[in-house]
């Protein structure tokens, strides 16, 4: 089925921005959810952003509420991640992964690094 690739991962300082991408083969996406999730050492995985593909609807983790957007690109068959305003305690590794309607997750990418400086 859907095999997800993440890119986009990087160092950078605090108040600086990334674009993270993560590009989906093997079939549509139209019926999913895709979501970021990341996770940094001694801390819990948590859900960052996500995105219904069919319609777009979006929502945030608290956190990241104004500084993250998360956006599809369906010609390309990609979702992004632009994080702006980026701070040290946003240091994690990042994945994307995808469900249906009602269901878990149970599509996931390998992951990114981001890393940020203060």
């Known amino acids: 089925q859907v095999q997800l690739v993440e890119s986009g991962g990087g160092l950078v300082q605090a108040g600086g921005s990334l674009r993270l991408a993560c590009a989906a083969s093997?079939?549509?996406?139209?019926?999913?959810?895709i979501g970021w999730f990341r996770q940094a050492p001694g801390k819990e995985r948590e859900l960052v952003a996500a995105?219904?593909?069919?319609?777009?609807?979006?929502r945030y983790a608290d956190s990241v509420k104004g500084r993250f957007t998360i956006s599809r690109e369906i010609a390309k068959n990609t979702v992004y991640l632009q994080m702006n305003s980026l701070k040290p305690e946003d240091t994690a590794v990042y994945s994307c992964a995808a469900r249906f309607s009602r269901a878990a997750y149970d599509t996931w990418g390998r992951g990114t690094q981001v890393t940020v400086s203060s």
């Open positions: 093997g079939r549509r996406l139209s019926e999913r959810t």
């Open positions: 995105v219904q593909w069919s319609y777009g609807d979006t």
